[in-house]
Every structure is written in C-alpha cells, then in structure tokens.
C-alpha cells in the first residue's frame, strides 16, 4: 500500500507518516508540503531519514499535483487549521478558499485520475456556532460541564457532539471550507467509485507540535507557561473554564489504518473523531496542571468576547467505536506527560513555532515522537 499525505511536514501529517512507515511491510509513505508553517521545515530531514519521500508542493496549484506518482491512498491533512482564518487580518478570505477547499478539488482530482482511495481530516468546527453557544452549560471545578438535568439539542449527549448535531451557520469560514469539502470528497467517491473516508477531528495534541494561540493551543499553553509567557483567559469572563476534548495523533493513525484497509464498499463514510468526555478539559484545568509540572504562572484575566470562541466542545465517538472498535488508547494524562518532556528538552519551541528559528530546535528531528 502507497499512502500519499498532504501537509506531511506538519504536526499531525509527520505524526502520521512515521506511524504508517512502522506499519509494516508492503507499506510506502510519500507526501508534500508548501513548508509554509513555521517549523515544519525541521520535520522534513527527520522524514527523509526514515525513507518517506518528501517533495515542495502547494495543494492550491494543480500542476504541482501533475507529476506526482500514484498512491493507493491520499490523506489529506494539508489545511489552513485556524477558525480565526480569513477574518484575522493574516489571511484573506481567497486565501483560505483556495487552501482548503479548492486544494481538496485539486486532490480529489488527483485520486480520480489514479483510482485511489481518499482521507479527508476535517474538523469539530463544522458545528453550528449558534446552537454550540446555547447549550446548557454549568461550572463545576473550574470546567464548563453539560447540565444533565436540562434539555439538549438533538445530536448532543453526555458523551459529547455526534454527527447528527446542526451544521445550520453561521460556522466560521473556516468551518464552511472543512464541511463543503466533506461534500465535495463525498460526492467524487460516489460519482467516480473511489472510497473516501471523512473524519471530524477534535483538538490533536502531542509533543513536537507547533502551537499557536488559535490552534494547537495544548502546546502552546505548556511552552507558553513553562517560559513565564504572557497568558489570558479570553472571554466567558476571563476565567478559562471553556473545555475541549483532546486526543493524539497516533490514535487517530489506528483509526485512518482500519478504514484504508476496511472492506466496506457503502454505508457511513462520516465519522466524530476526539478524546471524548474521558479526555476533556479546561483551560484552568490546564493551567493547574502546568502549574504542577512547571511551577505557578498565572494567565491575566480578559473578559473580551470573540465571535468563533465557543464554551464547551467535546466529540462523540461512539459511530466510529461501533463500526471499527475504535477508541483513543493515550489519556490525557499521558498526552500531558509527552508534552511536557518535549517543553523541558526545548525551551526554545515558541520562536520555532512563530518562525524565529529553526537552528536550535532541529535537535528535535532525533528524538522520539510518541
């Protein structure tokens, strides 16, 4: 099996390409990168080092998808991953459409002309923001938790947001890009007979990943904290009880591997992928925890609503655990603990991530992911 990954010099795409090269025999890993992302470029070497074929390209540009060579499967984890994209004065609204919606054109092109089977990572953040910003929400032990004793809107449970929740918008332009290109993968598959698989993600954590505020903000944090960075709590008063539900990208790897090996030729295609209630925490949770690894550093209160920040996301797995036995192996503790080693040994992981520098940190390519 040839699998072709999108975005592999990323965080999640390398994660994943390590993952599928120690799969086993008869398994190649190749992929492509735009390398625009501070750090990613450290990640290539490391890549190239274990046999992965790594080429510059740009899922926008069609012709740079021309000369590829056919792969069996294409996941496509190459995306603008902000919910903050278009709107925050650092990428434009074109900018963001041609990214991530006319790239997964360009790639779903890509697997008609060579018959191959199609992944798409899409997001949690194809869920209406209007309904998500009504739920029933109480504070228990710094966490916003779900008010079992209240009403829920249809596709919501204890154990968190299913399939069925509305993705009626306003959803962000980022989640219009992710849910229209779940239409389009879906669409190909059926109108081309080639298989397509799509995955609502949650929030990926590990260590090694490049965090920013707007996203992989469990890294961020963590660096952020241990380096006495300036932190705040933004929104819901200024006191960091919003939750999100965590997972690693290894565990989504043994989900990806099942459904490209499956032998379904109909049925669900779309599936809720995170850690779940077990795996959910605050962001005051969060900061206890750093606390307890690093000392205390306390985030500064600001109380600003924002139009795409939401109190409480936590994804339901339950589809994707009937259908392939599929649940997340890492706690979130152990999650923490891999991150944490990873802010001890690079203390200089912010500017990489903001593309300060790469020097120090490709110390990183050699150590251990996982």
């Given at each position: 099996m040839k699998i072709l990954i999108t975005g592999i010099c990323g965080f999640v795409g390398s994660s994943l390409a390590r993952w599928f090269q120690a799969a086993g025999e008869g398994v190649s890993v190749?992929?492509?990168?735009?390398?625009i992302r501070p750090g990613s470029e450290i990640n290539r070497p490391q890549l190239q080092s274990m046999g992965i074929e790594v080429w510059h390209a740009d899922v926008r540009v069609a012709s740079d998808?021309?000369?590829?060579?056919?792969?069996?499967?294409?996941?496509?984890?190459?995306?603008?991953?902000?919910?903050?994209?278009?709107?925050?004065?650092?990428?434009?609204s074109r900018q963001?459409?041609?990214?991530?919606?006319?790239?997964?054109?360009?790639?779903?092109?890509?697997a008609k002309r060579h018959a191959a089977g199609f992944v798409l990572l899409s997001s949690s953040r194809v869920y209406s923001i209007a309904v998500l910003a009504r739920l029933p929400i109480k504070i228990e032990e710094q966490a916003f938790r779900l008010d079992s004793g209240a009403v829920l809107p249809p596709g919501l449970s204890a154990e968190g947001i299913a399939e069925t929740f509305s993705v009626a918008p306003p959803i962000s332009l980022y989640g219009s890009t992710r849910l229209a290109s779940e239409?389009?993968?879906?669409?190909?598959?059926c109108s081309f007979q080639f298989p397509v698989w799509v995955n609502r993600c949650g929030v990926l954590a590990g260590a090694g990943q490049f965090g920013t505020a707007e996203q992989g903000i469990v890294s961020y944090w963590m660096h952020a904290h241990a380096a006495r960075k300036p932190l705040r709590y933004i929104g819901f008063g200024g006191a960091g009880y919003q939750v999100r539900d965590v997972?690693?990208?290894?565990?989504?790897?043994?989900?990806l591997w099942s459904q490209m090996n499956s032998s379904q030729t109909g049925g669900e295609r779309l599936f809720n992928i995170g850690g779940g209630a077990g795996n959910a925490m605050s962001l005051a949770e969060l900061t206890a925890i750093c606390d307890a690894y690093f000392g205390p550093?306390?985030?500064?209160?600001?109380?600003?609503?924002?139009?795409?920040?939401?109190?409480?996301?936590?994804?339901?797995?339950?589809?994707?655990?009937?259908?392939?036995?599929?649940?997340?192996?890492?706690?979130?503790?152990?999650?923490?603990?891999e991150i944490a080693g990873h802010v001890r040994r690079h203390p200089e992981w912010l500017d990489v991530s903001e593309g300060k520098t790469i020097r120090p940190a490709l110390e990183h390519t050699h150590a251990r992911c996982g």
């Open positions: 190749c992929g492509i990168d735009n390398l998808l021309e000369n590829l060579p056919r792969a069996d499967w294409v996941i496509d984890a190459a995306a603008n991953p902000s919910v903050l994209a278009g709107v925050d004065g650092r990428s434009s963001l459409m041609e990214h991530n919606l006319q790239g997964t054109l360009n790639l779903l092109e890509y239409i389009l993968a879906l669409e190909y598959g997972f690693h990208p290894h565990d989504l790897a043994g989900l550093h306390a985030p500064e209160p600001d109380g600003r609503e924002r139009p795409f920040d939401l109190p409480w996301i936590v994804m339901d797995s339950q589809k994707a655990a009937g259908q392939f036995g599929w649940k997340p192996e890492r706690p979130l503790s152990a999650i923490l603990e």
